[in-house]
Each structure stands twice: as structure tokens, then as C-alpha cells.
């Protein structure tokens, strides 16, 4: 799971972690916040995809041959404007919620068992309809951080 530090991941790990025979994994950047005993930390910072490379890395040799049953992208953040970038140079917003757990899911699924679940966290944020803040506002030319917005 990604985002289990605050908000809605904290409430969700408490739940999933005290089931049974569940062995819990989670990324964080490492922020001073606690986790529930007996889940595993492994370093990840959405907002490098070399992190998430590594983290990923670290995740299959930590499973070993043990199967994913479910993955949970939760982690997100919201930057108004688009003067914020990634390790990589993408706008941070779409770098961290978007780029950055799709490599995650790419890097991943290999490892999900049969029938094993990809729970997305989303928001109506990315919704121009319901709110009108970054970055659908931004042309891909600008969330991928080769111009500047016009
Ligand atoms: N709260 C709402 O009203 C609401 C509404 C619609 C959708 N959502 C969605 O629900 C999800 C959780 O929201 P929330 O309100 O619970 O958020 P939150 O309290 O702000 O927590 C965000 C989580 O994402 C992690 N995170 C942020 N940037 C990261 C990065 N660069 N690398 C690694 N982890 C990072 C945070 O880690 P740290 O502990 O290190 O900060 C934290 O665990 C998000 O995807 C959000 O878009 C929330």
C-alpha cells in the first residue's frame, strides 16, 4: 500500500493489518509518521521514479515468491499550481498521484497472485467539471515539464 501514513490510509491499514494471516507491506518517505505494529516500511518517494524503481525492486525480493492479493495505490497529493516539479522534472501532482504509481503497478503486477486486486484511490479533482484547479489545466507539454504554461 502507498499513503497508509495519514488520512484515509491510516484508517484503512488499521483494519487490513489486524486481519489474520495478512502480511502487510507499505512505502514511505520516511516523515517521522507511525504505522501499526508488525507492518513493513520500505523507503518510497512517489515524487522519484528512481525511488519507485527501488522500492520495487526491494518489494519483490522482500516477497521472495510470495504473491501480491491486493495492491493499494492511495498515496496523493494536490499542488494548485504548476510550478512544483518531480525528481524527474514532471509537474509534481501528476508526477507523484499519476506517473509514479502507474510505473509502481507496472513494476508490480508480474507479482500479483491470480485474482489479486489493484485498489486505486482517486479523486474528482482531476475533474475539470467539479473542480477547476491544476493540473487538467496544463497541456502534456507542461505537465511533462518540457515548456512553461501559455
Ligand atoms: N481527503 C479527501 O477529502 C479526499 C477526497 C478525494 C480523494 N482523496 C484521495 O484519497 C487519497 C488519500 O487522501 P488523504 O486525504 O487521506 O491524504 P493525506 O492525509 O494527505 O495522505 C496522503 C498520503 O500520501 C502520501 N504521500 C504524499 N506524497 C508522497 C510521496 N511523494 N511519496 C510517498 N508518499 C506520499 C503521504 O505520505 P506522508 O505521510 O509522507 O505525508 C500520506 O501517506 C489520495 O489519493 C487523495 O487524492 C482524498
Known sequence: M???TSGLGTHAIRHIAA???IRFM???RGSGRTVPPGV???PLDL???TSVREFADRVKKQFGDARIYI???NAGMQNASNDLRSADGYELTFAVNHL?????ARLLMPRM???GRLVITTSETHDPAVTPIAPHLYAPSVLIGKITNS
Open 2 to 4: 502507498t499513503g497508509a
Open 19 to 21: 486481519q489474520p494471516g
Open 26 to 28: 507499505t512505502g514511505a
Open 40 to 42: 513493513e516500511i520500505i
Open 47 to 49: 515524487a522519484s521514479l
Open 71 to 73: 495492491l493499494i495505490l
Open 100 to 104: 509514479a504509481h502507474y510505473l509502481l
Open 113 to 115: 497472485a491470480d485474482r
